[in-house]
């Protein structure tokens, strides 16, 4: 089934003549390869973390709301805000956390559809957004189909690890405060794997784009 559709898409309202594509996962499960991928096959790559940077930079949309919200102390002497403090001070801390991304998650998704409409003037047909916490901030009326990766929680400890210099712990710890790859496979209307080698997650990703596109044609 990987690759496939498993159900309906939405029907949101986006400029007509883009088809967009949420790409999400746990933590360590490779939406940035696949993304990639995908860009090799012509589709415009959104990626949230890059748009979360642009916000968060002195000037940027979430750079005053976020520090009248979190105060000074967060920031570097240049200004910028110090993002592993500001993470450290959210993390483990719900109601600290919500008041970050009541302030983050509609400034991105303001970003991503001013994105859209670049990809629209470049003359896209299939728009990709990468953004971990995609169904945890509800951007699923900004695309038309949910694609998930998913891996094994043991493999995605590993990969963490090894990407991010993490304990164990803190690595479970991570994925612990994320949606669990069952929860967005549910909800989702493509699902692929990146468990084995890159030419068998290549050809999932082939496979999922020529599907992709007799559904728009």
């Not at 003037?121 to 901030?137: T, Y």
């Amino acid at each position: 089934m990987l690759g496939k559709l498993l159900r309906p898409p939405h029907r949101p309202e986006l400029p007509s003549d883009l088809y967009v594509i949420g790409l999400t996962g746990i933590s360590g499960s490779g939406k940035s390869s696949v993304s990639q991928r995908l860009k090799g096959l012509g589709a415009f790559i959104i990626d949230s973390d890059q748009l979360g940077h642009r916000a968060y930079a002195p000037g940027g949309p979430a750079y005053q709301p976020v520090l009248e919200t979190f105060g000074t102390d967060i920031l570097l002497k240049d200004g910028t805000i110090n993002r592993k403090i500001l993470g450290s001070r959210v993390f483990g801390n719900k109601k600290q956390l919500k008041m970050l991304t009541d302030i983050m998650w509609p400034i991105i998704a303001k970003l991503a559809r001013e994105e859209m409409d670049l990809a629209v003037a470049e003359g896209k047909r299939v728009c990709v957004i990468e953004a971990a916490m995609l169904l945890e901030a509800g951007w699923q009326n900004m695309v038309h189909e949910v694609w998930t990766i998913v891996i094994p929680e043991t493999e995605a400890v590993r990969r963490i690890v090894q990407r991010d210099g993490l304990s164990e712990a803190a690595a479970q710890s991570r994925l612990q405060s994320q949606m669990s790859g069952q929860q967005l496979v549910d909800q989702s209307h493509v699902v692929l794997s990146t468990l084995w080698e890159p030419h068998i997650t290549q050809r999932q990703v082939e496979e999922a784009w020529a599907l992709l596109q007799k559904r728009i044609h």
